[in-house]
């Protein structure tokens, strides 16, 4: 479910126009809906209401502060995997919010800064991270609660680039040696693992490997108690798909069919991670065709987004359904037809500016003949789009806009020239 919808051909978010939106800030333009990204909260909060879940949105899925702000308003936590992003949480957030930090290498200045801001977990995934940890807390005089991260070791579930639970990637202990990690820090005065935490990878559009992992989890959790660990909390992490080609994602309630037996089996406070679920169908990126041009056999759609502003396509072969913001006939009526062979189109690359051959939104895909100047609307682009953008080229980063109902507020405004330069320092001159 999403507020993108098309009203007499000319696509709307929420209450507003999408070409008006373009009209007034001007392409490529990133626009989220306020009612699809608090519904999605929502889904979530509502389908494990029962175990009082604490939700901590990822925050690497879109870091903007009133998109942050939102869900902190809305009651959420926040996961992240960076001191930068520890410190957007706490700009964005309600002082209260608790905050989870992940990722691999993690520095001392990040985890001292996390401790002096009340972490509520860290989420530990390797030995020598779990004594760092402790040391800086030591010296702190503090005690850091942490959570050990799991791989648990499942099948793949997902693009090979963000599948983190399978044998062999860098996230998360071994399942074989984490309790030896979790035997040698018994009893330490500045270390309390609280928590067992598993990231399984994004997107995974089967509740399955949740149920695996969270079967593995309470074996595990069982074992650190019997070493004497207070163990309190299971964090499942994020990962739930969402709607890029049709309607193929899961339903929250599915996840937490298989989630909530293991809470239930193990008393635990659940903490959950979710980033795409909340803000992926929940942006669009909104772009103008500069040219059209046939060459080597293939028509090409030149438009003024490029994998600068979205690099999912690039980076992990992701599809995005686009199709015109006001088409002068078609409008594909289920989400599958953005795929299909609609009569009237032709197959066409839609290509960015940017100086590489691996600049691309799409390609052989089925569209209406474009024109100059027309705008196109690439859906599903509300996580890991502005997240992951770069000044690749030179290229200012877009603006962001937040729809509620009938109105809309920038909440990040276009770069300019002078921004690119602006943390340069031009000693030469
Ligand atoms: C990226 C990440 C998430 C969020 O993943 P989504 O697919 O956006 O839900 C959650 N937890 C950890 C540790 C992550 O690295």
């Known amino acids: 479910m999403d507020h993108f919808a098309y009203r007499n051909r000319s696509l709307y978010c929420d209450d507003v126009p999408v070409a008006e939106l373009a009209a007034h800030y001007g392409t490529p333009l990133y626009v989220y809906s306020e009612a699809t990204l608090v519904h999605h909260l ?23 502060l009133s998109i942050a702000r939102l869900m902190g308003q809305h009651g959420a936590g926040f996961d992240v995997t960076s001191g930068g992003e520890f410190y957007r949480a706490m ?17 001392d200045a990040e985890i001292q800064f996390a401790l002096e801001n009340k972490v509520y977990l860290f989420d530990v995934e390797s030995e020598q991270e779990l004594h760092a940890i402790g040391a800086v807390a030591e010296k702190m005089g503090v005690v850091a609660n942490v959570a050990l991260r799991v791989n648990p070791d ?4 997902t693009h090979v680039k963000t599948d983190t639970s399978v044998k062999g990637v860098k996230f998360g202990l071994d399942i074989e040696t984490v309790l030896d990690v979790a035997k040698g820090v018994v009893g330490h005065k500045n270390l309390c693992v609280a928590g067992l935490h598993m990231h399984l990878g994004s997107p995974i559009l089967s509740a399955e490997p949740y149920k695996q992992g969270a079967e593995k989890g309470v074996k595990l959790i069982t074992e650190l108690r019997k ?57 669009i990126l909104v772009s103008r065709v500069v040219f059209t041009k046939e060459t080597g056999g293939k028509r090409y759609v030149i438009q003024d987004a490029a994998m600068n502003d979205l690099i999912r396509p690039t980076l992990y072969d992701s599809f995005h359904r686009i199709w015109p913001v006001t088409p002068k006939d078609t409008v594909p009526e289920q989400p599958a037809d953005y795929e299909a062979d609609i009569p009237g189109t032709i197959k066409q ?27 196109l609307a690439v859906f599903s682009a509300g996580a890991y789009g502005m997240a992951m953008a770069s000044n690749y080229n030179a290229r200012c980063r877009a603006a962001e ?24 320092v031009d000693c030469l001159k």
Do not use: W
């Open 91 to 107: 700009k964005a957030g309600p002082s209260d919010a608790k905050i989870v930090f992940a990722g691999v290498g993690k520095s």
């Open 42 to 64: 929502k889904q979530i909060q509502d389908a494990f209401a029962e175990a009082k879940p604490i939700i901590c949105y990822s925050i690497k899925a879109n870091g903007n």
């Open 154 to 157: 499942l099948p793949p579930k």
């Open 349 to 375: 690359d839609v290509v960015g500016p940017v100086c590489e051959s691996g600049d691309f939104l799409a390609k052989a895909r089925n569209l209406p003949e474009l024109h100059r100047g027309e705008l």
């Open 227 to 283: 070493q004497g660990h207070n163990v309190t909390v299971l964090n499942m992490g994020g990962g739930f798909g969402i709607h890029y080609r049709k309607q193929e994602a899961l339903h929250a309630s599915a996840f937490a069919k298989e989630i909530l037996p293991a809470v239930k089996e193990t008393g635990c406070q659940l903490v959950l991670e979710p980033g795409r679920f909340i803000v992926g169908n929940a942006g």
């Open 401 to 424: 806009v937040l729809v509620t109902g009938g109105t809309h507020r920038l909440i990040r405004r276009r770069e300019t020239y002078t921004d690119l330069v602006a943390a340069e």
